[in-house]
């Protein structure tokens, strides 16, 4: 019986000796050398694996900081300047300060503006129904509602308003890692700067339909007047499709564009709230809030201030130029 | 025994209520829509533009491309605008918005009733002359047909099949157009023999319709076309299925019908071809089911393209009190309307009402692993696995289960008992994977 124990012993030992020694030198043939500073890369980088620098995963991206002469065009957007910072000093490379970034919607169709035309009842997807068909309302363009921009989100920044129907994009929380900005089969996010002191200006709508066929669908569509492009002194809006786009590089952030947008299709985020002059406040001017489309922590939406009498006289010109565009662009056709 | 294919299938109630109604036509509305891509592959062109005077059979919009068709006239008038305006899926496409005005013919067009059986045009100038009139396969797909006639090289085709089996539920348009213009399908398959070079055709129809089966064999001259009742089993209609139900080859995973030597076309085609080779006329018409179960007159029309989906409706006494939905194409594979003016389109076979209570989806409930849509699968498929793959985005795996394959029957949904979107995932699998091909091959 003991014998038997100690051959045992004996025997496994030696084969264990054995494989040890020839794996060693295996190892030693077919090793292959890997930059160490791969690794302190790495360990400096969020771990967040999210894929929005570009490469898959954090591994990827430390060995492309490790390989790349400049750090400029690699910026990892979860980590944001702190991280690419002491990434530099790991590399011993200069760092290239960025702005840091947000994701947007671009859509403010909330159910209240949105009136829904047909229900749906398929798969809960958003690519699905906008493979399949137009949407639950009059917009072709809009958002659909079902989340799908929620669900790829890894950081906890995104949520559904029950009440709106739409995305809610936490500014805390955003990343800008470009999950969102990819998923969404609408095209609905955009990565903008967060601007200064956190303030943003930006057109919350994708719809290219015609103006006067917006209206229909939407309460809140960019009609592509053109009015923000008249008032803008820094050329920082064009308008493409019947569709206003604000270059945030160009915006001053001087806000005359917003009071002009005859839909309010144009959202001021974190701005404080407009003074209104006494006099004309109290018989013509009224207060309209802007769908609380966009938070900033507890803050609210900044509250958008407009002359009615203004707005309607705006509103009956708008419909006329709207009108001409239209006739002009059938003559065109 | 009866033929029919061997691997899957379901028999769904078949309501063919409109199978006694004979077909009208439908008077032509004040307006048409007529969009410019109502085929698969590239849009068309247009030649026309606002202003022109437009007659019947007029060319719209030239085919930009080997695969793509073109656009012809369905009604006489001036052409209002060219502008985006909403399908029945609510997108908004190109179209050409014409408004009528009398009902002048081009002046090439035959349009004497009798039958012209003398076939006195070679094979190129057949295949030349269906691209012409914009022949497109008229069972729903909108495949270009003169693609189809043309055989690649090293290929050769042996046997035509021409598609009488109508397996959708509801739907009579083929079957109607089997029992009252079987004259000119006949010789609108000879047309197609002749085009292919091949010397035998088989026209399969379910034995659902045994009228038409009568009607055919009677009117049949010629000893190299055989009318083959099948049994019916849906989806029969779908050309790897009929392929495999009459001449028992099956057409190897991502090939097409000519591997095997067959060229399927359905008996719309067929008569659209006879039309266009013996009357110079191109393809602005086609028969359109009207059906529900609700629906006062359920009714086949001959529709001109472009006629509002409304019209029909409208002919046929309104949109019922109790309508849930309304669908293009029958039951298993339309697809639900959402905008009701959207026009009728070369791929319109029918249009389905259905009432309230039948048109709503069961609440999703998890897998039990019955395996049932993996039997029904006519393909041989495991739908329930490449809905999953599919939701969890592993899209490697998904193209070596196959998923190119799917016909997108929706078998596997109407059978699953817990009411899982089997076929939504599967075809949002299909469209992620056909991108990721695409870009493997541009590389």
Redesign the interface.
Known sequence: MSTTVIFTIISLSAIGIIAATILYFVAQKFKVFEDPRIDDVEAVLPGANCGGCGFPGCRGFAEACVKAEELDKLFCPVGGNDCMASVASTLGKEAVMQEPMLAVLRCSGSHAVRPQ??KY???E?C??VS?????ETGC?FGCLGLGECVSVCNFDALAMDPVSGLPVVDAENCTACGACVEQCPRDLFELRPKGKKDRRIFVSCRNM?KGSAKKIGCEVACIGCQKCVKVCDFDAIVVTNFNAYIDPHKCKLCRKCVSVCPTNAIHEINFPERKIKAAKADEKAKAIKVTGVEKAGEKEVTAKTTNINKEAVVDSKIKEKVDNDTTSD??K? | MLKTFPKGGVHPPETKLSANEAIQVLPIPDSVTIPIAQHIGAPSTPVVKKGDKILVGQLLAKSSGFVSANIHSSVSGTVQKIDNVPDSSGYKRQSVIIKVEGDDWDENIDRSKEVKDDISLSKEEIIKKIFDSGIVGLGGATFPSHVKLSIPKGKTAEILIINGVECEPYLTSDHRLMLERSEELIVGTKILMKALGVGKAIIGIENNKPDAIEKLNKVNDNSSISIEALKVQYPQGGEKQLIKALTNREVPSGGLPIDVGAVVHNVGTALAVYEAIQKNKPLFERIVTLTGKSVSKPANYLVRIGTPISAIIERSGGLPEDTGKVINGGPMMGKAVNFLDAPVTKGTSGITIMPDEESHRGIIKDCIRCARCTQVCPIGLEPYLLMTLTEKSLFERLEKNDVMDCIECGSCSYTCPSDRPLLDYIRLGKVTVSKIIRARRQQ
Do not use: F, W
Request: glycine share 12%; aromatic share 6%; net charge negative.
């Open positions: 035309t047909n009842d398929g798969a997807n690519t699905i493979n399949l068909y137009a949407g072709q339909d059938k003559s056709n």
